[in-house]
Each structure stands twice: as structure tokens, then as C-alpha cells.
């Protein structure tokens, strides 16, 4: 909000981290200004290709409204037209986490608002010295610590090697994560993800058990749920946020129907430490 003049108490409101925190909660809560960030090919009514290795060039992320599904805007890399193609790892309150559509533990990270058309570029991190097999990022905003965080996890499969890095908004640095439980230390491997409320969930593959590992971002913990007995393939598993809380969407083989291309999906939600 800017103001030509205001008064002095108008001044000490609008300053105070009080009045950002309670607009904020008033706009989670009530899902003012929510859209929807969405992957798509610039031609809506194109039939895509998934086999097409020019698919990908073809595609926009954009915003439309949540509720009439409307195209609001879309969006180009902050960078830049040379810098077209980009993956999207989280957003929250507006901002959006980019970075390279195929992370590598070096690849550059910009926290970006395309409405105020401000970009944050988090130093690069000193923790991290050998080349890892596989990296996962994710962002989003942690309300316990009121902060906004980056998660990213790092590991070598033929080795064990395991590596976690958070960064944090408020403090502009990274910090090495040097404690990992037991379970973690086993080949292992690591396959979808989500962020909510400052916690990064993944499926990660035991083999033949399938997990859904947490790291709390603010306190530094992680947990274990395993998954139903039901899953058996992680390929056609998907890990999401729906009403607050953690599900996994489990796509069945296709199966006979009127309609053709349609499958069922299997919907688990997670509920007191069990699905």
C-alpha cells in the first residue's frame, strides 16, 4: 500500500508486522486473490502429443481465476525471452519459486512476483561440493516461523548419499541440514513432491514399499507414513494438497467404459498419521 501522506498512526499500523500477518492470514483464509498457475500449450484446443520432443517448447505457464477458470495473464521468465523455458517448484502469497526444468545441484533459484515485477535471487550455496544424481526443490511459506523457505534435497542412489539444504527468505542464506533418521539411510529413491504449511512431503520408493517422507522446514524434523498396500507402481502416483490436507491420488490401469480415455483414481487422504 503507498500512501502521498498519511498519519502517524496510519504510518505505525500499516508499518507493523502485525497488520502484514493478519492481511495475509485474512487472505488465506478467505481465498481472496487466489488463482490458478497452470501448465499449458498456447493453443487450448491443441491435441498434445506427449511422444512430440517438441511438445515441451510449446508450452506456457499462465494464471487463471479459480473460479471461472479464465485466462488472467501469462507468464514469461523474468530473465527474459532467452530464459523461456522454466520449471515452477512453489508458490505461496503470490510468490513463485523458478528455476531450471531439469535441476541440477548448481542450477540457478529465483523467488519471483510477477505482479510487482520483483525477482530474489538466493546466493548460491558453499554446502554443496560433488555433482548428486538427483535433486528436488520445493517453496512455500512456513507459518510457524513466519518465513519463507526453499527445501532442496540431494542425493546419490549407487552410494546413499543424502543431502538437504534450506533456505530461508528472512535471512537471505542456506543451512545444511546435518541430522537424517535411520530409515533414510538405504537405497532409496525419491519421486513426487508437495509443500504446505512449511513442510516438504515426497514419495520415495523402498523397494517393494512405497513412503511418503516430511521434513518440516522450521524445526528441521522428518518423518515416515508408509503408504497403502494397495500401491504398487509410483508412476501413476501422485502426492497433492486438497482442503488442508495431504493426499495421495493413485491412478488405476484404464478400464472399460462408455467413455474412452478414462481411468479411475484411488484417493487417500492422510488423517492422524494414517490413511
Same mark, same amino acid.
Given at each position: 500500500?503507498?500512501?502521498?501522506?498519511?498519519?502517524?498512526?496510519?504510518? $505505525?499500523?500499516?508499518?507493523?508486522?502485525?497488520?502484514?500477518?493478519?492481511? =495475509?492470514?485474512?487472505? @488465506?483464509?478467505?481465498?481472496? *486473490?487466489?488463482? =490458478?498457475?497452470?501448465? *499449458?500449450?498456447?493453443?487450448? !484446443?491443441?491435441?498434445?502429443?506427449? $511422444?512430440? &520432443?517438441?511438445?515441451?517448447? !510449446?508450452?506456457?505457464?499462465?494464471?487463471?481465476?479459480?473460479?471461472?477458470?479464465?485466462?488472467?495473464?501469462?507468464?514469461?521468465?523474468?530473465?527474459?525471452?532467452?530464459?523461456?523455458?522454466?520449471?515452477?517448484?512453489?508458490?505461496?502469497?503470490?510468490?513463485?519459486?523458478?528455476?531450471?526444468?531439469?535441476?541440477?545441484? $548448481?542450477?540457478?533459484?529465483?523467488?519471483?512476483?510477477?505482479? @510487482? %515485477?520483483?525477482? %530474489?535471487?538466493?546466493?548460491? #550455496?558453499?554446502?554443496?561440493?560433488?555433482?548428486?544424481?538427483?535433486?528436488?526443490?520445493?517453496?512455500?511459506?512456513?507459518?510457524?516461523?513466519?518465513?519463507?523457505?526453499?527445501?532442496?534435497?540431494?542425493?546419490?542412489?549407487?552410494?546413499?548419499?543424502?543431502?538437504?539444504?534450506?533456505? #530461508?527468505?528472512?535471512?537471505?542464506?542456506?543451512?545444511? @541440514? !546435518?541430522?537424517?533418521?535411520?530409515?533414510?539411510?538405504?537405497?532409496?529413491?525419491?519421486?513426487?513432491?508437495?509443500?504446505?504449511?512449511?513442510?516438504?512431503?515426497?514419495?520415495?520408493?523402498?523397494? &517393494? =514399499?512405497? #513412503?511418503?517422507?516430511?521434513?518440516?522446514?522450521?524445526?528441521?524434523?522428518?518423518?515416515?507414513?508408509?503408504?497403502?498396500?494397495?500401491?504398487?507402481?509410483?508412476?501413476?502416483?501422485?502426492?497433492?494438497?486438497?482442503?488442508?490436507?495431504?493426499?495421495?491420488?493413485?491412478?488405476? %490401469?484404464?478400464?472399460?467404459?462408455?467413455?474412452?480415455?478414462?481411468?479411475?483414481?484411488?484417493?487417500?487422504?492422510?488423517?492422524?498419521?494414517?490413511?
Amino acid at each position: 500500500i503507498r500512501f502521498l501522506f498519511t498519519c502517524k498512526s496510519w504510518m $505505525d499500523l500499516i508499518g507493523s508486522s502485525s497488520f502484514v500477518s493478519t492481511h =495475509l492470514h485474512r487472505n @488465506v483464509t478467505k481465498h481472496a *486473490h487466489v488463482s =490458478l498457475l497452470c501448465l *499449458h500449450h498456447q493453443s487450448f !484446443e491443441c491435441q498434445v502429443d506427449p $511422444d512430440d &520432443p517438441y511438445v515441451g517448447q !510449446e508450452l506456457q505457464w499462465s494464471l487463471f481465476c479459480d473460479e471461472t477458470f479464465v485466462l488472467c495473464s501469462k507468464l514469461s521468465h523474468p530473465l527474459g525471452s532467452t530464459e523461456q523455458y522454466y520449471g515452477i517448484y512453489g508458490s505461496s502469497n503470490g510468490l513463485v519459486c523458478i528455476s531450471d526444468e531439469i535441476l541440477n545441484f $548448481d542450477s540457478p533459484i529465483y523467488i519471483w512476483n510477477p505482479s @510487482v %515485477r520483483k525477482l %530474489r535471487t538466493p546466493p548460491l #550455496s558453499t554446502n554443496i561440493n560433488i555433482k548428486f544424481s538427483h535433486v528436488a526443490l520445493q517453496f512455500g511459506f512456513h507459518p510457524g516461523v513466519n518465513d519463507y523457505k526453499v527445501v532442496r534435497m540431494l542425493c546419490v542412489h549407487k552410494d546413499n548419499a543424502f543431502a538437504v539444504e534450506v533456505y #530461508s527468505l528472512s535471512t537471505d542464506s542456506w543451512k545444511m @541440514v !546435518e541430522e537424517h533418521p535411520l530409515w533414510l539411510k538405504c537405497t532409496w529413491q525419491n519421486h513426487r513432491g508437495t509443500f504446505y504449511n512449511g513442510v516438504a512431503y515426497h514419495i520415495i520408493e523402498k523397494f &517393494p =514399499l512405497f #513412503s511418503i517422507m516430511s521434513f518440516d522446514s522450521g524445526s528441521e524434523k522428518f518423518k515416515e507414513f508408509i503408504a497403502p498396500d494397495a500401491i504398487s507402481c509410483w508412476s501413476r502416483l501422485y502426492i497433492e494438497v486438497y482442503k488442508d490436507q495431504i493426499c495421495l491420488l493413485y491412478y488405476l %490401469r484404464l478400464f472399460h467404459c462408455e467413455e474412452e480415455g478414462m481411468s479411475q483414481i484411488e484417493f487417500w487422504v492422510l488423517q492422524e498419521k494414517r490413511w
